[in-house]
């Protein structure tokens, strides 16, 4: 079945950097853009970044674009979200999760907790 494990998680200081790596299995990972959620506490999750399927194309979205980089490599189902220059607003569960439609939806990974305090 599709699963995501996701990890790379951990608590930085302000202005640290993290890179976070998941694990995509259960489905044919290079038909779909795959994309980086958050979700902090009493927030809804966000799309924060997607990665096109082939075409080497990416997206990042306000407020982390420009601090945020996300990567894929079809050849190991994997994608990773580079972060850099983190704040404390930065802090979440992140999890990736192919883009789909809803008919065509997948269970949600565990997620990987990411914390920026000093």
């Known amino acids: 079945q599709v699963q995501f494990v996701e990890s790379g998680g951990g608590t930085v200081p302000p202005g640290g950097s993290l890179t976070l790596s998941c694990v995509a299995t259960?489905?044919?990972?290079?038909?779909?853009?795959m994309g980086w959620y958050r979700q902090a506490p009493g927030h809804e999750r966000e799309l924060v970044a997607f990665?096109?399927?082939?075409?080497?194309?990416?997206q990042v979205f306000e407020p982390v674009r420009g601090r945020f980089t996300i990567s894929r490599d079809n050849s190991k189902n994997m994608v990773w979200l580079q972060m850099n220059d983190l704040k404390p607003e930065d802090t979440g569960v992140y999890y990736c999760?192919?883009?789909?439609?809803?008919?065509?939806?997948?269970?949600w990974g565990r997620g990987t907790q990411v914390t920026v305090s000093s």
């Open positions: 990665a096109t399927p082939t075409s080497g194309a990416t």
């Open positions: 999760q192919r883009i789909s439609s809803p008919q065509d939806s997948a269970p």
């Open positions: 259960g489905f044919s990972f290079s038909k779909y853009s």
